[in-house]
């Protein structure tokens, strides 16, 4: 009996806890990370906002599915290797600068943004801020979230995805530029050469 009445106490203060700490934390949760990348700005602009093309160079999206717009803007579907899809559309854009994309699934357990911004560097460079805005309206995932998800694996992912890409471009290039034809000794390239 003592024991029952104890695990009961304990059940409890946890639950308690749990609510008290979870009405304390933000409703937001607030991720963002920066990386510097050896390509102009427009490069990352039109391989962000080409939404059609991210499963050339996405980490883990294998499809995008076309869906009915709810805006002026695009909407669509990102579909994973499980299966799995996440609904997306444009919600505000400024050219080279700035996407704005809204997570459009089941507001309660899947509503985010996600904000890029692209700053032009002055060594020819291009950096890009992702920031990852999600609502957890329930207190229970909102304190799971806060001591479980630190990390911004997502934001990462498209970080590697981008490198990825350039170095793949980087090679492709680099083959091709060897698969060029070398220009022949003909007696016109001769007489140029030696004067």
Known sequence: MKRTAIIFLILISFIGGTVWYGK???ELSHKS???TFNRKSEFLWQLIFDY??????RENVYAIKQMPRTSKY???KEINEDGITTPFQIIKFNQNTFINMEETGDKHTNSGTWHFEITENEDGTSTLTITEDRLISQLVPRVLNHF???STDHIDAYFRSVNNKIIRDNIRSKKASQRL???ANTPDNMKSMQK
């Not at 059609?52 to 160079?57: I, L």
Request: aromatic share 14%; hydrophobic share 30%.
């Open 52 to 57: 059609k093309r991210y499963p050339e160079w």
């Open 181 to 183: 034809p070398k220009k």
């Open 33 to 35: 990370a920066t990386q």
């Open 74 to 76: 695009d909407a669509w």
């Open 148 to 150: 479980l998800n630190t």
């Open 24 to 26: 304390k934390l933000p």
